[in-house]
């Protein structure tokens, strides 16, 4: 696992404050309302909405939110109009890091991120400078104690998933984003309990970070970025040690 994807799980196993808790509503509504704009409000013709309304729900967003931003994304409700951008550049110690934006002004968004990119130890890249080092994949997160390796494969192999891998606390599936929906549905209908689901960006190759004060230094841009009301996602190919991360913690 990436070292920005342990990074992740530790602040939600802390519990979300309030504040954050906002954030992410309000950036998943945001792209609710953007994949059903670009696909349809049908779930189920429209898979990628389908995944983005479950993911909803499973960071418990309130049904009628929900479906109030599927409206405005069809056209059925008035709603601002989003655009997709991404941006590409390097944090400390050289650690590649893509961001994905939903934005209504790219010129308010785009130098806010070159901001946030420079006044953290940072610099922000051309388009395709470190998207290479980046893969799409689906990935969906099950607990340790749901089910055996053996057990597990029988239910996701045979609806397209491509590995499954120990986590430690939780095994993670890999597979194509468009089998994601297919992975999760046999799942469930396995009755295996499912912490996550989404498409994500997977680095093909990581960089190490040693100690932690280069963590601390990596960290504290992509907390910045993923705290900025635009950015919907950071993935960075960074990898550390659990001992540095709970040194980094403490």
């Known amino acids: 696992m990436s070292g920005h994807s342990k990074w992740a799980s530790i602040k939600h196993q802390k519990g979300a404050k309030d504040k954050a808790r906002g954030k992410l509503f309000a950036k998943l509504i945001r792209q609710v309302e953007v994949t059903a704009r670009a696909g ?5 013709s429209n898979a990628t909405l389908r995944t983005m309304y479950q ?6 967003v309130p049904l009628d939110t929900i ?3 599927i409206k405005r994304g069809s056209g059925e409700l008035e709603g601002v109009r989003y655009e997709a951008v991404a941006y590409e550049g390097y944090a400390p110690c050289g650690v590649a890091v893509f961001v994905e934006v939903l934005t209504d002004n790219r010129n308010r968004t785009g130098p806010d991120i070159r901001s946030l990119f420079s006044r953290n130890g940072g610099s922000l ?10 893969e799409r994949k ?3 997160t099950i607990p340790k104690e749901a089910g055996s390796e053996d057990d597990l494969l029988l239910v996701v192999l045979d609806a397209g998933a491509e590995d499954l891998a120990d ?20 799942l469930d209908a396995a009755s295996v309990a499912v912490v996550s689901a989404d498409v994500t960006m997977l680095p093909t190759t990581v960089v190490a970070l040693e100690g932690p004060e280069d963590a601390r230094k990596v960290l ?5 970025l993923d705290d900025h009301d635009d950015v919907q996602d950071v993935y960075a190919n960074f990898d550390v040690a659990d001992d540095v991360l709970q040194a980094v913690e403490a």
């Open 67 to 69: 479906e109030r931003a």
């Open 125 to 134: 890249a051309e388009p395709g400078a470190v998207a290479w080092q980046f």
């Open 167 to 186: 986590e430690g606390d939780t095994w993670r599936v890999t597979c194509d984003p468009s089998a994601l929906t297919a992975v999760r549905d046999a």
């Open 55 to 60: 993911k909803a729900r499973d960071a418990s």
């Open 220 to 224: 504290r841009l992509i907390d910045a």
């Open 138 to 140: 689906g990935v969906v």
């Open 40 to 44: 349809g409000s049908d779930l189920e």
